[in-house]
């Protein structure tokens, strides 16, 4: 995953996000594990919303 330089890593299943999250944090990646409908939400651009880096999407990242 480091080698990609990927920001993101979308993971299938809520198994598989918490495994991959743990795997970040114990390598002390800089990335973030998100599942598809999560990337899709930060991607959306919606004119005279607020941005998809201001959101508060409530997973805590």
Aim: net charge positive.
């Amino acid at each position: 995953m480091k080698a990609t330089g990927a920001r993101y890593v979308i993971a299938p299943c809520a198994n598989c996000k918490k495994q991959l999250k743990e795997l970040v944090e114990y390598y002390e990646l800089d990335q973030k594990v998100v599942g598809l409908h999560d990337l899709i939400l930060k991607a959306i651009r919606i004119p005279g919303a607020t941005p998809p880096a201001e959101r508060d999407d409530g997973s805590g990242n």
